[in-house]
């Protein structure tokens, strides 16, 4: 939970950008791949940015130029990560509950497929054989994950194709002779332990001996990062060793080497992200304080959501007295961002940031009630680069037909 920008900083550019405001710092960006990287030095890993948690094309070129591929889960993605200059074979399109067509075009694209249903993977055998190596995403049938909603490999998701369905998987690669190169599996989002992963690469391991032409294993994402003072984030050197010893002890059975890949999002991105909201009214009510600020969950949806819980500061007060507030938008439903939490002093005018503010914040936002969605500012080098305008009203109007 490393803060890099100082409050003061924080204030600067809210001052100068308005809010409300997202802010990444690149640096911690960089951290944070850096640590990946090193704690795998040992390793054939390659790692896939989760472009999801944060597409801005900025962010997304600031990535590619510290050496990272890029994950994608819709065609827009992968056009956007063309767009940023990521070239195809560095994009992995990992696709869950999509038309063929989607497959199709990013096949015309050039970019790394994972396929997630025998479906699509019967309607990719048939138009394309043994032309084009193409991933598997399989479901592992293994509980993880910090909340239900973001747990994806647990027995009743809808993710992947069931790993006890390995035998259809069997059938339809030697019926259309299809090229496997990839296993992928992706078991959920803020996974601390390691052995989680582990599990996931020995259900892996049972079935890798029935793919001749497999290259690569992908382990997806899902590192957790600390959110509250105190928290930890998964121990990435552990999984370093783990992979290692795990692959050390199981010989791939054709005596071929594997790739390792992952697949981070949110440990990329998370903590370099700052929501700068302003304080539009107090409102004391029986024994609750709410602290009503100039947003809601139009901009950031996480913690109502899936609980999601934001660590807030008052950035204008740091020495206030501390009391108890409910923090809460402005959007006609209960969109409260934290009850009862303890904040220096807040009065109207004050700045508010959450932190952790970087990942599925600003990319998971929308115009409900018709309020504008927030401009982005990255800081590279010391200086405040909007990246985003904050909309306007006429972008309310731009796809009505009137
Ligand atoms: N890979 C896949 C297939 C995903 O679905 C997700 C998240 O939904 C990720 C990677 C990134 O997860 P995280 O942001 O938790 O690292």
Redesign the pocket.
Do not use: Q
């Given at each position: 939970m490393s803060k890099i920008l100082s409050n003061t900083e924080l204030a600067n550019i809210a001052d100068e950008f308005g809010t409300p405001l997202y802010v990444y710092d690149a640096d911690k960006i960089k951290e944070q791949y850096n640590k990946l990287t090193t704690a795998f030095k040992n390793t054939d890993t390659v790692f896939f940015y989760?472009c999801?948690?944060l597409t801005n094309i900025n962010i997304l070129q600031y990535i590619k130029s510290l050496g990272a591929n890029v994950?994608c889960?819709s065609i827009n993605e992968v056009k956007l990560a063309l767009h940023a200059g990521f070239s195809p074979e560095r994009i992995l399109y990992?696709s869950?509950g999509i038309a063929f067509s989607e497959i199709e075009e990013a096949k015309d694209l050039g970019v790394i497929i994972n396929i997630d249903s025998l479906s699509n993977l019967e309607k990719f055998g048939k138009k394309y054989g043994h032309s084009y190596p193409v991933g598997i995403?399989l479901r592992p049938n293994i509980m993880a994950g910090g909340h239900l909603k973001?747990s994806?490999g647990h027995a009743k998701s809808k993710?992947g194709i069931p790993v006890d369905q390995a035998d259809k998987i069997i059938s339809l690669v030697e019926k259309y002779n299809i090229h496997i190169n990839d296993l992928h599996i992706?078991t959920g989002?803020?996974i601390e332990d390691v052995d989680v992963f582990v599990k996931g690469i020995e259900v892996l391991f049972d079935i890798i001996p029935k793919f001749k032409e497999l290259e690569v294993i992908d382990l997806?994402?899902?590192?957790k990062v600390p959110y509250k003072k105190g928290d930890t984030e998964t121990d990435i050197n552990l999984l370093a060793q783990k992979v290692n010893e795990l692959f050390a002890s199981h010989p791939n059975p054709g005596g071929k080497h594997l790739q390792v890949w992952f697949?981070?999002?949110?440990?990329l991105v998370s903590e370099c992200g700052y929501f700068i909201t302003k304080v539009n009214v107090i409102k004391e009510s029986g024994d609750t304080t709410f602290a009503g600020v100039d947003s809601g969950f139009n901009h950031l949806i996480r913690p109502m959501f899936y609980d999601a819980y934001h660590r807030i500061e008052n950035i204008s007060n740091p020495n206030g007295e501390e009391k108890i507030y409910s923090v809460v938008g402005n959007i006609c439903e209960t969109d409260t961002f934290a009850w009862d939490r303890k904040l220096n002093e807040v009065r109207e005018g004050d700045y508010l940031v959450f932190y952790n503010a970087g990942?599925?914040g600003f990319q998971m936002s929308s115009n409900y009630n018709s309020r504008l969605k927030p401009a982005e500012v990255l800081v590279e080098n010391g200086k405040a680069k909007l990246i985003r305008q904050r909309d306007v009203f006429e972008d309310l109007l731009k796809n009505q037909v009137i």
């Open positions: 989760a999801k948690a994950d889960s990992t869950n995403r973001i994806t993710f992706h989002s803020e997806g994402g899902g590192f697949e981070p999002g949110k440990f990942a599925y």
